[in-house]
């Protein structure tokens, strides 16, 4: 009764999740252009998508992805040994165990007409598949909490879901250990299948049990004489050695309860076997009520995610079906760090303390942002620079195992903070190359007002350029700058600057325009010489830090000496550092 | 000569043809590059906003190698450029370099910039030799014009980079006679590319981007030959992208050297990547010799 109660809640909450779930890849709206179409065209598009690509020659891509991708996890293979063993000894015994021992009634039963839990093969493979995951679980223990791969983070996410494997396992394990020695239950088998009734009835099968299966009887301890057993191997010939293999074959049990033979009568009588039945089996239904909203629910997740991406093309695929594809992947992420190992900038979280470097990291604040969910502006702004931090070298989304187009993820949430008018002060630098080439996917006007936003906000503040007629004050100066507080020796070389303006006169952004000063503000020799009189504000609100193309023409052909490309990166440097700082005051 | 071979990001994303040919002609010429997949971004794209992180991208890099004590052999100007920058600071600071090894640690690495950085040409001019590589060629060039590109990061700032004069370099220009083309003087051959301000101010990196076509074409190029995939991306894709947009076409192919030199020396042209640029190149082969 309990146990059916527990069964069919916790079936409910699995289905009712599950139905919530599939239902928020619809309606969740991840990026910019999919704000406008509502879920039910979603689930139009994506059943029209499902059936022509179904139809199509494409079913061979799909059939392909699932026996090498989602089967043989081939690109977990490729990238960690370790962790394919791991994974492959997890979800092989866990769908093993589903199949072949939570549900025996409904399939092993069905499949095999003499089936019965403890017989051979199944009493064996019962324990195999339990090692497997047992295996499995410590392998990733290992991995995550002792082996500890640089930069790979765990969350209480993961940590509940290892508990909960090892919940269901030690629980199986101990329970099968004390049933094997508990004399009550060998009573009632010998009752059923037997028919002895009386104590005396039974003793030479007790004997028999108790010398060859590992039973624990009260009082009928070993030798017993040889006529005894051979009554008792009779008796157990016929009535029970049909449906009951030796226990020896289920070897973690055997081995549990070999351990605990000397207390296996207390257990017995203070009827832990029931006790552990009841943890046993409420684990296994807390984790399929869990299911939908942990992280197992990537079994269901992933293979859709490495499905869908087989087959679909941002360039050519529906918006809407796009927009769905991305809601399921943010389910998809089962957060294993694969993409954070391979980051080509991941190495930057040791020097900028920002956790949304790590791709894998991201992943989680996005999921909270699309969410809803995102806390104050700081975060966004954070998951912002996280995200603006990449070099979109595609290492990411070419190693994820559930195949989630990471890349064009974070390309879809820069554009979305972008829209939110948040300024990028990355966005001023190489890493928008990437941006740049893939302007045509953007809208122009959205394009170009990002931009002039970022340099608005980076230039902000230092009005000195603008009064030109005004003398400058003396308090204007900033000692960072002139007592060389600089990162390099070979930026403080400025002050070596004798105003000859070679370095301007071979600027190729100077001779690009006709009045550069109008464009550009301070130009390089009077940047130079800004700096040397430690006028910060005129250096820092100058176009001209922005636009220099770090050539080095300037630099190589300074007759005084002086690492002009050098000395405009680090006013770039401090520029950005002093906008953030400005932009986490505001907000 | 062995090397470990750094891609940096952008080749493999969105140059693979840069690295097939390289390993081809590499190969070819008996220069055996080593893998180490642990390689990670080089660091200049965060010169402008980051040096310190810049510096520590870059020393991991290094770190890698010398475990492998390996020289790097890079493909990318830029990469050559911040790497040859981090190597000569790491040597010089030992305050900078104790920092950087205090994060380096934490996974098993430790620079000391003890193996040297070397460009894919480098390696081409001063360890294969050019006299090397003419043995080799097969198919010489007859007829063909070709506008070198420098590229800024790889000769300036000359004092760090040592990878030619930075006033008057020939190596380039004596790899590309190594396969029998001319190459040809032009005016604005050492001026930047315009890619470090793709995406910051398009405006200005195409005007730049423009100014070196028109000089490369005016000089009577039939390609403009590159060594660096930021470079090669500027003058293929965007200058396409300034074709569409700005309705003014240049008529200039880029070519990569790799792949310039690889026909030359025989190599089959579907590993070359011929057909992968985005300006099409393949007509190049009419000038090889029968």
């Known amino acids: 009764m309990f146990y059916d109660i527990s069964l069919y809640s916790s079936l409910a909450i699995f289905a009712l999740g599950f139905l919530y779930k599939v239902s928020t890849w619809f309606a969740l709206k991840p990026s910019v252009d999919s704000k406008t179409i509502p879920p039910a065209q979603r689930v139009a598009s994506a059943l029209k998508g499902i059936i022509s690509t179904v139809a199509s020659p494409k079913i061979l891509t799909l059939i392909k992805v699932f026996l090498l991708d989602i089967v043989l996890q081939r690109k977990v293979l490729k990238e960690d040994a370790l962790r394919w063993s791991a994974h492959l000894l997890l979800y092989g015994g866990f769908m093993l165990l589903v199949l072949m021992h939570a549900l025996d009634k409904v399939i092993t039963a069905a499949l095999f007409a003499d089936y019965s839990s403890t017989i051979n093969p199944f009493m064996f493979l019962r324990d195999l598949f339990g090692l497997f995951m047992v295996v499995g679980v410590c392998l990733a223990v290992y991995r995550r909490f002792i082996l500890r791969a640089p930069r790979l983070t765990t969350t209480p996410r993961d940590s509940y879901a290892l508990l909960l494997l090892a919940l269901v396992m030690v629980s199986g394990f101990l329970l099968e250990g004390t049933k094997i020695g508990s004399y009550s239950r060998y009573q009632g088998m010998a009752r059923e299948y037997a028919g002895l009734e009386e104590e005396e009835e039974m003793k030479p099968l007790t004997a028999f049990w108790v010398a060859n299966f590992g039973t624990v009887a009260p009082d009928l301890k070993e030798p017993f004489e040889a006529e005894l057993l051979e009554a008792g191997r009779e008796i157990h010939e016929m009535s029970c050695a049909g449906c009951h293999s030796r226990p020896q074959w289920a070897f973690g049990g055997y081995s549990v309860a070999s351990v605990s033979r000397g207390i296996a009568l207390g257990l017995d009588r203070a009827g832990i076997p029931t006790l552990l039945w009841y943890l046993h089996f409420l684990a296994c239904f807390m984790g399929l009520a869990y299911l939908p909203f942990s992280k197992f629910f990537h079994i269901i997740t992933s293979p859709l995610s490495l499905l869908a991406n087989s087959v679909m093309d941002r360039r050519v695929s529906e918006p809407a079906n796009i927009a769905t594809r991305q809601a399921l992947e943010l389910d998809a992420c089962m957060h294993c760090g694969q993409c954070t190992s391979r980051c080509s900038v991941g190495i930057v979280f040791e020097q900028r303390a920002n956790v949304n470097i790590l791709p894998s990291e991201r992943m989680q604040s996005l999921k909270g942002v699309v969410w809803g969910r995102h806390g104050d502006e700081e975060e966004l702004r954070l998951l912002f620079d996280g995200a603006y931090l990449c070099t979109n070298c595609h290492r990411c989304t070419d190693v994820c195992p559930a195949g989630i187009n990471l890349e064009e993820l974070w390309f879809t949430v820069r554009e979305e903070l972008f829209q939110r008018h948040y300024p990028e002060f990355l966005a001023l630098s190489p890493l928008s190359f990437y941006r740049g080439l893939m302007r045509q996917d953007i809208a122009e006007g959205d394009y170009r007002e990002a931009l002039v936003r970022t340099r608005e906000a980076v230039t902000s503040g230092y009005e000195l350029l603008k009064a030109q007629d005004r003398p400058i004050e003396l308090a204007a100066t900033e000692r960072e700058l002139s007592t060389g507080l600089l990162f390099s020796d070979q930026a403080r070389t400025f002050r070596g600057c004798f105003g000859c303006q070679t370095c301007t006169n071979v600027c190729p952004v100077v001779a690009n325009y006709e009045n550069p000063k109008e464009i550009l503000g301070m130009l390089p020799h009077q940047i130079m010489y800004a700096a040397g009189l430690g006028i910060r504000d005129l250096a820092f609100g100058s176009g001209m830090l922005w636009d220099c193309v770090t050539c080095y023409q300037c630099q190589e052909q300074c007759p005084q000496g002086v690492k002009v490309t050098e000395v405009l990166y680090e006013l770039k440097n401090l520029a950005i550092h002093h906008g953030q700082e400005r932009q986490r005051f505001k907000g | ?290």
């Open chain 2, 1 to 290: 000569m062995k090397g470990a071979l750094f891609l940096g990001c952008t080749i493999p994303a969105r140059l693979p043809q840069y690295e097939s040919s390289s390993r081809a002609v590499l190969g070819r010429l008996g220069v055996e590059l080593v893998d180490i997949r642990e390689f990670n971004c080089c660091g200049y794209p965060l010169r402008n906003t980051d040096l310190k992180a810049a510096l520590l991208c870059a020393a991991r890099n290094l770190a890698l190698a010398e475990r492998e004590n390996l020289d790097m052999v890079v493909l990318c100007k830029c990469g050559f450029g911040m790497l040859k920058h981090a190597h000569h600071r790491i040597k010089d600071d030992t305050l900078l370099r104790e920092d950087i090894n205090r994060r380096l640690t934490k996974e098993g690495l430790e620079v000391s910039a003890d193996t040297e950085v070397k460009h894919l040409l480098s390696v081409l001019y001063h360890d294969v030799g050019v006299d090397t590589i003419r043995e080799q060629i097969t198919r010489p060039y007859g007829e063909l014009k070709i506008a070198t590109h420098y590229g800024c990061h790889a000769l300036r700032p000359s004092e760090i980079l040592h990878f030619d004069d930075p006033v008057n370099p020939t190596l380039f220009d004596t790899l590309v006679e190594a396969t029998g083309a001319e190459s040809i003087h032009w005016q604005a051959r050492l001026d930047c590319c315009g890619a470090p301000l793709l995406g910051s101010n398009d405006d200005l990196s195409m005007d730049l981007t423009e100014k070196k076509l028109a000089s490369a074409q005016q000089a009577g190029a039939d390609y403009l030959c590159v060594g660096c995939p930021y470079c090669h991306i500027q003058f293929d894709t965007v200058q396409r992208m300034i074709h569409r947009e700005r309705g003014r076409n240049h008529l200039l192919p880029p070519i990569l050297y790799p792949q310039l030199l690889g026909l030359s020396l025989g190599i089959d042209r579907e590993m070359l990547g011929l057909g992968m640029n985005q300006i099409d190149i393949t007509s190049v082969e009419k000038f090889l010799s029968a």
